[in-house]
Every structure is written in structure tokens, then in C-alpha cells.
């Protein structure tokens, strides 16, 4: 099956101007991310804040631009895609971002709010968008009522409905969903999941996911990647990952994850992520890293394939090398 | 059970508005012991953070206590003037913010601002104080704790500032935390290691705490108890562990039931109907009865008596001291 999205070694860097244009130093936000994505999977970006999970999500909905690397959209390389083009290609790619109250704009009736896409990328005339807009209410479990209100009459929850609307009315490809559930209560948080996969199923959507909550991750993506100052450290199957983390980042990461079995066997990381101004050479997590070696503060470690879609970059690991299942922090 | 360090016996809150009050809080009852922490939760509204509140007696302007003592060893919180509070605020009951970004002064370095109770409740020297300062930034996990003395809160990230909250709540070395989702702007990883500190510190120094908290699995990390509520009730109160393996109120088990996780991977999640009623729409009966599957006639007249059931205690008409009521 052809991918319905390919990232390959998408660099996003940040340079800081000093004034009078004296450069100083750069942020390497998105430091070569690669992966791509089937038809219809869900697919998980986790990672702490400043990992640049959310900037990798707006590079891949060209809401910035990489600064190397590419982007292809069912075969097609985004860069050679003239402007008129590529503003027809938006409609595939939505993104749905944390905050309801934010992104819609308080001005404006739901109506005005869902149906200026539409005007937007010229679709039908206004008896037709208007059946479209009733259409989408409905997809997210609203009914017209809702046509002429505001913002600000609304719950978080509504809201977020809202949000999603506004990126389905489109009829996109791939929703990227950027801590689109994080602020929302768990019962609230648990309609707009099912909401979510009622979606998927009836649209065939691609999703990408991204949160840093963990058990809402494992709940509903099919596959994860971990990220760690702008780097995938490891990517897999949700089982592979949830299960058998295997870097050690990812291991520390998921055994903090507060769980409703309680914990066992925490792995306590010591200080904060550094900079991503000044980030450490060889391997990102070197300098969090209980297993830590000589080569790791020098030499950037390779991307191996474990077993099936389950690949690492650790220097503990070697390709196609199953003696390290016990390679645990503690 | 040791006696109790923080005992809230039957206190009613309530919001004035131009068209008359509104209770906002109804009838709550808890006690804290020594070296223990309580864990309160449940939705957006439910009253969680308005009870942290009135125990630090920082209601806002149209809120009132209209009823009911809050008994902190042998003083009564509820009937203390401000110059009272003084010497029991930071020193002996201290609370966690959730918003980091409005609880520290922008104009302020952040040594000052972590040691501020320090000055107004111990006679230390500077350099005792900075000493102490930088310790506490330590424990809490704050990096090159040195250089973050002499700088401003917007220096630093949003989780660093949670950090700094609380370092200025745990500095005076209170006997009691009110925490208001102290950790829900954190990391995991970060969230781990405060979780660890709030741990050891109720070992080694007997602290004890209100965790307010939505998230189930935190709760489950540091509790001893958890009470949860909902509209402005206690609907049930127990045992972590009891309420967790066996709820019985029927918004305990739907808020349970609707929390996402690797097991639940595939399934569509329980949702309860309907939404938490408003401040206004609040009747006399059980505020959850609207979106409750096992609605009776008297749930919409009456609000139930608290039922002992072994490790916790339920409020709900489907129960009664003899066990459950068919």
C-alpha cells in the first residue's frame, strides 16, 4: 500500500538574531524526522514539551516551512508545488489544535466559522455549503440550533466539537491533532475520543496524534514515536512501544507514566531536557541517560530495525539484535 | 487513625449574584489526620478547587461560608481575621497553585519570591536564607538552582515555574499542602520526580496534604484517601484503593469507567450523558441524577445521606446502612 504521507529528515531550525543582525545561536527544533504514514492509521507523536512534536505537525500541515528535508502527500514532493497548487493541496492536511477557546474566532457565528473554508477554497454556492455546514454539525453530534450561536456559548467540549467541524468540512485526508484533548475533562475527553474514531471509521482519516499523555496515546493510536529534542528516538507499534520500550528515554518515560494499576519500578530522570540552543553532540539524551557510554557524548547513534516496524537509535542496540531484551535502566 | 490535623465539618459556600446566592458548595465533610493525603476529585466545577479556597480562607469577593467550621488542630479557620491568617499562611498550611504564571510576581527575582516566607516567619540571616532557598530549589528539581536565584519568572518555562510554586510552598516547612493540581502542567517525567518528592516528604517529615487532582493515576500514586465530588457534593469518600477496585456511587464508576488506557484500545469509551449542571441549576435532590442510569423518584427531591460501606462512605439513594437497597 502507498503511504498516504512520507517525512524524510525533515530539519526545522530557529536562528537567533542578535541585534544588530549578529547571529548568534540556532535552535534546532525538528532535527531530521523521518516516518510515514498508511491510510487510515493512527499515529503518535509523544514526547515531553520542547521535543518539537508540535512543530513537527505544523511542517507536515505546511503551517511552517522545513528548513531541509521532505514532505511528500500521496507520492508528491510539497516543495515543487506552486503556490496555487499547494493552496489546493491544504484542504487535505487540518489541524485541530489544544485550545478550543483560542481558535475560534469569538466574533463569529458557528455558521460563519464553518463556512468560510469553503468560501475560502471556492466549493459550491451558499445553498450548498450551507447543506455542508448542517452536514459537519451533524458529524460532530451537533444539530443546526447551533448555526447562530457564538463562541463563548459554548462548553470546552462543544467547543472542541467545533474545532474538529471546522477541520472535517473540508473533507481532509489527514487530521493532525495537536493535544486536541488534553484540556478537557475525562468524560468530556471520552466523547470527543469515540467522536474521533467514529470519524476515522466513516471518513477512512489518517490521524496524527500528538500528546504527551501517554494513556491516552496507548488508547488510540496504532502506532507511537517518542521524540526527544527534535529527534524520534524510537518508533513502533503501540505494543511495541507500551510494552518493550527499548530506549531508554522511552523506558523512563512511559514508567513515569502515572497509571491506574499504580507504579512499578519508576525510573527517575535526573535535571531537565537541555536547551535545544545548546544541544549536546552524539546522542540527544546522553546527558539524562542512566546508561550512558563512552561514545555517546560524541557519536550520533544509527536508526535500527529491532523486530517488524519497531526501530531505535541507542548505541545499546545493534540491527536485527534480540539479545538486549533486558537492556532496562534498572 | 491518628487525630485529625484538618477537620471540615458541614460548610456551605455560596456565590452572590444580582438575582440572589447560589450554593456552590453543599454540606462538605472531610478530615484530614497527620500524614496523610486526601485526594479530591472529579470534573471541571465540581467544587474541587473552591474547597482548596475556603480552607485558606481566600474565597473570592461575592463567595461566602455561610456555614460550617474548619477546625486546623484547635483553631477554627473559618473565624480568623487576615492578621490571624498571617502567621498560619506559608508557616503551618501552605498552597500549590495550578496557573504558575499567576502566582509569582513578574517583577520579582525568583529567590526573592521562594523566600519571602522565610522573612516574614523565621529571624534566619541572609545567607541562612539563600542557603535554604537553594536547597529547596534543589529538591524540587529545578537545574543550576544558583543562576535561577537571581533570575525573573519569565526566564523560565512553564514547568520550572510550576517548580518554583511549589519550592515557595514547601520552604516554610508546613504541617499542611492544599495542592491544586500541583503537578498538571508537568512533564511525566518531571511529574514523577515531584510526586516522589511529596512522597518523601510525607515520610520524613509527617506532612500532610489535600491533592486536588483529575487525573486518576496521580491520585492513585500519592493518596491515602480520595474524596470525590460532584456539583458542589461529597458523593463518595474512601480508600484509594477501595474506590478504585469497587466504586460504588454511579458517577464514581462512569468517571472510572470513561478514563482511556492501553486496555481499553480498540473499544468505544463509556461516556455519561448530559452535562454537570450549572451554578444555577442546582435543585435540592442528587445534582447527578439528571444523567444517572438508576434514577429513582426521590433522587430529583432529595439529596442522600452519606452510607458507611466498610473502607468508604457513599452518598446515593441506592444504598442504605443495611447494604444495597433494590
Known amino acids: 500500500m502507498k503511504p498516504v504521507l512520507e517525512v524524510e529528515g525533515i530539519h526545522k531550525y530557529y536562528q537567533d538574531k542578535k541585534l544588530f543582525g549578529k547571529e548568534q545561536s540556532v535552535v534546532k527544533a525538528v532535527n531530521g524526522v523521518s516516518f510515514s504514514l498508511n491510510k487510515g492509521e493512527a499515529f503518535g507523536l509523544v514526547g515531553e514539551s520542547g521535543c518539537g512534536k508540535s512543530t513537527t505537525g505544523k511542517v507536515i500541515a505546511q503551517l511552517i516551512k522545513q528548513t531541509s528535508g521532505v514532505v511528500r502527500f500521496q507520492g508528491q514532493d510539497l516543495a515543487e508545488l506552486s503556490a496555487k497548487q499547494l493552496k489546493a493541496w491544504r484542504k487535505q492536511v487540518q489541524i485541530v489544535f489544544q485550545d478550543p477557546y483560542s481558535s475560534l474566532n469569538p466574533k463569529k457565528t458557528l455558521e460563519w466559522i464553518l463556512e468560510e473554508p469553503l468560501i475560502i477554497h471556492k466549493l459550491g454556492d451558499k445553498t450548498w455549503r450551507r447543506k455542508r455546514v448542517i452536514q459537519v454539525l451533524a458529524d460532530v453530534g451537533l444539530d443546526a440550533s447551533f448555526l447562530k450561536r457564538y463562541p463563548h456559548e459554548l462548553s470546552g467540549g462543544q467547543r472542541q466539537r467545533i474545532a474538529i467541524a471546522a477541520a472535517l468540512v473540508l473533507k481532509p485526508e489527514l487530521i493532525v491533532i495537536d493535544e486536541g484533548v488534553s484540556a478537557l475533562d475525562v468524560s468530556v475527553q471520552a466523547q470527543i475520543l469515540n467522536l474521533l474514531k467514529k470519524l476515522q471509521h466513516k471518513y477512512d482519516l489518517t490521524y496524527i496524534f500528538i500528546s504527551h499523555d501517554l494513556n491516552v496515546v496507548q488508547y488510540f493510536c496504532d502506532r507511537i514515536a517518542v521524540m526527544y529534542l527534535g529527534e524520534i528516538v524510537e518508533t513502533g507499534t503501540t505494543e511495541d512501544i507500551g510494552d518493550q520500550p527499548k530506549h531508554p528515554y522511552s523506558q523512563a518515560l512511559f514508567s513515569a507514566k502515572p497509571t491506574m494499576e499504580g507504579t512499578t519500578d519508576r525510573i527517575i530522570l535526573k535535571g531537565d531536557m537541555p536547551d535545544p540552543a545548546h544541544a549536546p553532540a552524539g546522542c540527544p539524551f546522553h546527558t539524562r541517560c542512566p546508561l550512558a557510554m563512552e561514545q555517546c557524548g560524541h557519536v550520533k547513534p544509527e536508526r535500527v530495525q529491532m523486530a517488524g516496524m519497531h526501530h531505535v537509535s541507542c548505541h545499546l542496540y545493534e540491527e536485527g539484535d534480540m539479545s538486549h531484551e533486558n537492556r532496562r535502566c534498572i | ?326
Not at chain 2, 512533564?187 to 515531584?194: E, L, S
Not at chain 2, 473499544?267 to 450549572?278: E, K, S
Request: net charge neutral.
Open chain 2, 1 to 326: 487513625m491518628t487525630d485529625a490535623l484538618l477537620t471540615i465539618d458541614d460548610v456551605n459556600v455560596s456565590f452572590r449574584f444580582s438575582d440572589g446566592h447560589y450554593p456552590a458548595l453543599n454540606h462538605i465533610s472531610f478530615s484530614v489526620s497527620q500524614n496523610e493525603v486526601v485526594g479530591i476529585v472529579g470534573e471541571s466545577g465540581c467544587g474541587k478547587s473552591l474547597t482548596a479556597r475556603t480552607i485558606m480562607g481566600i474565597l473570592p469577593d461575592n463567595a461566602m461560608l455561610s456555614q460550617g467550621s474548619i477546625m486546623f488542630d484547635d483553631t477554627d479557620l473559618a473565624r480568623l481575621d487576615e492578621q490571624e491568617w498571617q502567621a498560619i499562611r506559608g508557616r503551618r498550611i501552605s498552597m500549590i497553585f495550578q496557573e504558575p504564571m499567576t502566582s509569582l510576581n513578574p517583577l520579582l527575582t525568583i529567590g526573592r519570591q521562594i523566600e519571602e516566607v522565610l522573612k516574614k516567619h523565621t529571624k534566619k540571616t541572609k545567607r541562612d536564607m539563600k542557603a535554604k532557598t537553594i536547597s529547596v530549589m534543589n529538591s524540587v528539581g529545578l537545574p543550576r538552582a544558583e543562576a535561577l536565584y537571581k533570575s525573573y519568572p519569565h526566564h523560565l518555562s512553564g514547568g520550572m515555574r510550576q517548580r518554583v510554586v511549589i519550592a515557595m510552598a514547601l520552604i516554610g516547612e508546613p504541617d499542611l499542602i492544599i495542592a491544586d493540581e500541583p503537578t498538571t502542567a508537568l512533564d511525566v517525567t518531571i511529574q514523577a520526580q515531584i510526586l516522589d518528592l511529596f512522597k518523601s516528604l510525607k515520610a520524613t517529615r509527617n506532612m500532610s496534604m489535600v491533592f486536588i487532582s483529575h487525573d486518576w493515576g496521580v491520585i492513585r500514586s500519592v493518596c491515602d484517601r480520595v474524596i470525590v465530588m460532584y456539583a458542589g457534593r461529597i458523593v463518595e469518600e474512601g480508600t484509594v484503593e477501595a474506590l478504585l477496585q469497587n466504586p460504588q456511587h454511579p458517577y464514581t464508576k462512569a468517571l472510572i469507567q470513561s478514563i482511556p488506557d492501553h486496555t481499553k484500545k480498540g473499544q468505544m469509551l463509556y461516556t455519561i450523558p448530559g452535562t454537570v449542571p450549572g451554578l444555577k441549576e442546582r435543585g435540592s435532590g442528587c445534582p447527578f441524577a439528571s444523567r444517572c442510569q438508576h434514577k429513582q423518584a426521590i433522587c430529583e427531591q432529595k439529596f442522600p445521606e452519606p452510607v458507611r460501606m466498610g473502607e468508604q462512605s457513599v452518598a446515593c439513594h441506592l444504598y442504605s446502612e443495611a447494604g444495597v437497597l433494590e
